[in-house]
């Protein structure tokens, strides 16, 4: 309790009086504290301030600045004019909540944390755009819950997440380290692909540095090795299921599939659970269920009932809300696929229960940003989810409040009500250790600023104003250029599903003779790129939330080489042969028209085989052959119509084109339509 000596307003006996339980001696003769005018006191409220058990009834809460200065019974409490009064009686005053697992990208979402009372995110994919957000909210420029990021994800070659920073060899893991400590990231987080050294260097080299591992269980390290080497936290109860199969039972190799999964359920054995928790207790190892995470995807076999019972969702675009539901669907998840879902979902459920009911440190967070998790409004259903599996709420709560804080090695700094502490705090109108949290609360406090009710609905309200907008990504930009003479241009929609999750614009024209296609493309939610192909000669960038990639083609003496860098600023050099008879094929529709330039004179029956050399650039780079193979069906509507199947690297992808118009073409595929926009300003 140094802390009270500096904020307890030189009142020694404010900090006997301070939050603990209802069992602690009351200090002999207290003397009263007074606040100073321009505090904020919250009156004659019920203070549940997770230092230990239970509640304070009947308490005053002084707010200076963004800190608490004083916690003490209301008699005890002077207060001057000039104070702001927030009235507290028949409420309850708790610490802001913690959602220690998010991926966050957009400014909205902080807002949304905030709403929700999530007052702290630990962000587990960093890049500089989270480095500034966490000054700016340090600052008080910008509103939003405290942050605290990983770096960029790290992994083997090749990574799961393009953009990732790649660890092949242990001699490069200091160096991977110093360069995200020296950005200012806050803690190292592994993926899935490391190799077992590669990630004993990465453990050895946080460790000498001071970062911490907080991550997934990577394929070939296992949760053993995650354990040996301390990793202080391990996210989505990561290989638990496969550390209950005993030792000897043959499994096919991990690879992160649902077949492996469905393998792993049908030979583990619960009576490992105790072992392994207390394996984990010894280690040190935090764990961070992410129980909601899964539980949307299996509820994905109903998209619109879960559409229905996640009360946020109309506060994301439409265009995201769309890709959730598409991403997860196209590849054709089978009933028994969802079944596997919800058979992990129990395990996972009894698994956290059981390190609850150990004191196994655990960490409440939530993935926002996969599919259908909120932010904000998840963290809510992750704590229901804990309750559900059997966990006492008044200790679900303490890990998302108190626990987070003590996690992140500052256990007076945030997470507790008492003097010294951030004043982040939600004020409500349900007893939070008997009931579920109201979604908004009465008001929060963040960093010693007051928002309520009203204020956090307003905010609510703009931001499902504008996610109910359709996105046009070129507001107020002007037309792409042409180069030289243009021959045509169009805009398109790519659909999924009858919702728009993305629009290109493409130029076609002619200068020195050659013919060029320049096109836009904004993925909405995921990435934008503009590209500018010409026959011999093509550019090519791309950005992934702030993240750029920056590539160059050229054919020369029968070889397309490329250049640039990717994602994370590494330097990209490849080339290729080019084909007998290849066209360098732009991305897109901007490939699109140029296969539909190449198909007049084509009667319904015909056949015809095109190959194209494609540059690959998301989600990983690269130089790909693609052949084509035509056929011109009965014409639509007085459209030409054909459908192609395009083979490349041995997988074979059939869609279907339809001529519109002169040399603008409409390309379908069974789950992304892409059409005109016809009149579309360009
Ligand atoms: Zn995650």
């Not at 949290?437 to 007051?450: A, E, K, T």
């Not at 997988?651 to 059409?675: C, H, M, N, P």
Request: with cysteine; proline share 8%; charged share 20%.
């Amino acid at each position: 309790m140094k802390s009270c000596a500096v904020w307890a307003l030189g009142v020694a006996s404010s900090c006997a009086a301070g939050p603990s339980g209802p069992a602690a001696p009351a200090a002999p003769a207290p003397s009263p504290i007074a606040a100073r005018p321009g505090d904020t006191a919250i009156t004659d409220v019920t203070v549940v301030p997770m230092t230990g058990d239970g509640a304070l009834a009947h308490h005053t809460v002084v707010i200076r600045g963004d800190r608490i200065v004083a916690v003490a019974p209301d008699a005890r409490i002077a207060l001057p004019a000039g104070t702001t009064m927030i009235a507290g009686a028949g409420r309850w005053l708790m610490p802001g909540l913690a959602d220690m697992h998010v991926h966050t990208w957009r400014d909205d979402d902080l807002t949304m944390f905030v709403a929700a009372g999530v007052t702290t995110i630990r962000n587990m994919w960093g890049i500089e755009q989270h480095l500034a957000w966490r000054s700016q909210i340090a600052r008080g420029e910008r509103l939003g819950p405290t942050i605290v990021t990983a770096g960029p994800l790290i992994d083997g070659d090749p990574p799961d997440w393009p953009g990732s920073v790649v660890l092949q060899r242990a001699e490069d893991a200091d160096a991977i380290v110093a360069a995200q400590q020296a950005a200012g990231y806050d803690f190292l987080k592994p993926v899935n692909q490391l190799s077992r050294e590669a990630y004993e260097a990465l453990a050895a080299a946080g460790e000498r540095r001071g970062m911490v591992l907080a991550g997934h269980v990577p394929y070939a390290v296992g949760l053993d090795g995650v354990l040996a080497a301390h990793q202080r936290s391990i996210e989505h109860l990561d290989h638990w299921l496969a550390a209950l199969v005993p030792p000897g039972a043959s499994l096919p190799p991990d690879d992160g599939s649902l077949a492996h999964d469905r393998a792993v359920l049908a030979a583990l054995d619960p009576s490992r659970l105790p072992g392994l928790i207390a394996r984990t207790i010894a280690a040190g190892s935090w764990n961070c269920p992410t129980l909601i995470a899964l539980d949307r995807v299996a509820g994905l076999d109903d998209a619109g009932a879960l559409r229905r019972r996640v009360p946020w969702v109309d506060l994301v675009p439409a265009a995201v809300r769309a890709r959730w539901t598409a991403e997860l669907q196209v590849p054709g998840l089978t009933a028994e696929d969802f079944a596997t879902f919800h058979a992990i979902n129990a395990h996972n459920a009894r698994i956290a229960a059981a390190l609850a009911a150990a004191g196994a440190p655990l960490l409440v967070g939530t993935d926002t940003g996969v599919a259908f998790v909120v932010p904000g409004e998840a963290l809510h259903d992750e704590i229901e989810l804990f309750v559900a599996a059997g966990v006492p709420r008044p200790q679900v709560l303490r890990a998302a409040t108190a626990d987070a804080w003590r996690y992140l090695g500052q256990p007076h700094e945030a997470g507790v009500i008492e003097a010294g502490a951030r004043a982040d705090l939600l004020l409500v109108a349900s007893d939070p250790l008997r009931a579920p949290l109201p979604l908004v609360p009465d008001g929060v406090m963040v960093r010693g600023r007051w928002l309520p009710r009203a204020d956090l609905e307003a905010r609510l309200a703009e931001i499902a104003r504008r996610a109910a907008q359709p996105i046009d990504p070129w507001n107020g930009a002007p037309p792409l250029a042409a180069d030289g003479r243009e021959l045509s241009r169009a805009r398109y929609h790519k659909a999924i599903a009858d919702a728009v999750v993305g629009q290109e614009r493409v130029v076609v024209s002619i200068a020195g003779g050659k013919r060029i296609i320049a096109g836009q493309l904004a993925e909405l939610g995921e990435y934008e790129a503009s590209y500018r192909f010409g026959p011999d000669a093509a550019e090519l960038s791309s950005t992934h939330h702030t993240m750029r990639l920056a590539l160059a083609g050229k054919i020369a003496a029968g070889q397309l080489t490329v250049t640039g860098t990717d994602l994370s600023g590494k330097p990209v050099s490849l080339n290729a042969p080019v084909p007998a008879g290849a066209f360098l094929s732009a991305p897109s529709m901007g490939g699109a028209i140029q296969l539909a330039e190449r198909l007049a004179g084509m009667r319904p029956g015909n056949r015809r085989e095109l190959t194209a050399l494609a540059i690959d650039y998301f989600p990983a780079i690269g130089i790909a052959p693609v052949h084509y193979q035509i056929e011109r069906q009965p014409d639509r509507d007085g459209r030409p119509r054909f459908t192609v199947a395009a083979v490349r690297s041995g997988s074979r992808v059939t869609s279907e084109l339809v001529i519109d118009g002169g040399s603008v073409a409409q390309s379908t595929t069974g789950a992304e339509v892409t059409t005109r926009v016809p009149g579309a300003r360009q």
